[in-house]
């Protein structure tokens, strides 16, 4: 099917679709599992990314003023976690003359973001404030559509119109009759008293009812939550300003502790190792549909980052506040890296800004500050690149390197939050009061529910001789009971 028109593809493309088995999926299911309807779609999307060359738009490639008209961008999340792609339509207005740009604008934000967090769903918001006639553009909205219809498969989770005036109202009927009935069923009209029902007001503008104080601004490009003005070593108050340096090595010492109890641990895993040897071989023969999913290690091209994708955190019931980050330097090089995060008022992360040597492990504990709490909104940047060997790891030397380094050269790696709301173990959630106990690993619990199995039918033996042995007590004293007064009644006979 490809030969026939590999000059109409971009090899890049079809060299993915033979690796990426999520892609693939992604395909499948957006045309419910029907192998002819899914092959004429990568057909259409693939002469469709060529013809666009979505895989070389960058910023340097399109008009700057696009960027800075902020008609379009991405910021902030849905209640139900997924990402908001903003469409400003009060900043669009009709120009044959610019309109394949604005188009390769679309396509550049949904390739960036595809690409940065793995093709995970958007939820689209039609923001169509103090829009008019003049702003009408069915072209372009169709444009819209068909990315997410044709191009980009199970990419769109709804699309949530706000305040469509009336005088649109006939031109959203053409749009409906683009959208298919899958899509149809994900428009979701609202205004302002009911548009919480799907975004909540922490990421909504004050004119949407939200308290968002989110403004656009380019540059920096707006790609993601981090935005200015941003901490990038925790929280700024003055209780963190003045901190002790008691509190400094009460943190050192319980890093240490941390790294103890991690060699303990592994020196623990290394005991069982030929004992759970048959097991794994058995996981990795037959792998889940979603193993991707379950990885704990994301393998980036200079640090390996564990966990892959989210910190866990407990509620305030459980007291879970640190999570432990570990960093391996998979370079020959040294490898400076910082941590940033979207909530800087809630964490403290230590190092936040530092360099790990090739070929060593480091570790970060992020810990919630004061009272606060960890929500799912929030959000950690990893960002890491190569230094020379020549190259000071003194903070100086680091803050002078980040100002210097081409962002092309700068590896970024994003995690979430996770709220467990039981005490649910994690071997990378800390407890305050925990870093002395080595985390539990599935061979730690396989081993204990064998010995307990075993506990359990050696009082089930135990239980079962005492059964026997009280049947027996009864028996013979029903019949020294019945002997007994035999021979009362002999005696009682002989007298008589």
Known sequence: YFLDKSDKYDSRDVERLQQDDKWVENYLIWRHDVVDDT??????????????????????????????????????????????????VKHHTRDPKQQLDKKKLVAFWLEHYAKRDHGKPLTVVFDMAETGISHIDLDFVRFIVNCFTDYYPNFLTKIVIFEMPWIMNAAFKIVKGWLGPDAISMLKFTNKSDVQEYI??????????????????????????????????????????????????????????????????????????????????????????????????????????????????????????????????????????????????KYRVKPSNSSCEPGTSLDIIVSLHGGFAASLQDRFLIMAAEMDQSS?????????????????????????????????????????????????????????????????????????????????????SLLSVTVAAFCFYLVYAQRS
């Open 392 to 476: 000071g790891a003194g903070v100086p030397e680091l803050t002078q390197f980040w100002k210097e380094v081409p962002r092309t050269k700068v590896m970024e790696h994003r995690l979430r939050c996770h709220v467990i709301e039981s005490s649910k173990p994690s071997s990378l959630t800390l407890k305050d009061n925990a870093f002395n106990i080595p985390a539990k690993t599935n061979e730690d619990l396989h081993i204990q529910l064998t010995h307990l199995l075993q506990i359990n039918r050696r009082l089930e033996e135990q239980m079962n001789r005492c059964l026997w042995f009280q049947q027996l007590s009864v028996v013979v």
């Open 200 to 345: 909540s007001g922490e990421y909504l503008p004050p004119h949407m009812g939200g308290t968002d104080s989110f403004k656009y601004s380019y540059p920096p490009l707006v790609d993601d939550d981090f935005q200015t003005p941003l901490c990038e070593n925790g929280p700024i108050t003055s209780e963190d300003e003045h901190e002790s340096k008691e509190e400094i090595d009460a943190d050192t010492k319980e890093a240490g502790e941390l790294n103890e109890a991690q060699n303990l641990n592994q020196k623990k895993m290394n005991s069982i190792e030929q004992i759970s040897k048959s097991e794994e071989t058995d996981k990795t023969e037959v792998k889940p549909k979603n193993a991707k999913k379950a990885l704990t290690t994301f393998k980036g091209p200079l640090l390996h980052i564990s966990p892959a994708e989210e910190l866990y955190f407990g509620s305030k019931e459980t007291g879970e506040k640190k999570c432990l980050i570990v960093l391996t330097n998979v370079t020959k090089n040294v490898v400076a890296f910082k941590v940033r995060t979207t909530a800087p008022e």
């Open 39 to 88: 092959l004429k779609m990568i057909d259409e999307s693939f002469q469709w990314r060529k013809e666009y060359t979505v895989n070389d738009l960058s910023e340097s490639v399109l008009p700057k003023w696009l960027f800075e008209n902020g008609a379009l961008f991405l910021h902030g999340y849905d209640k139900e976690g997924y990402k908001l792609f903003w469409f400003k």
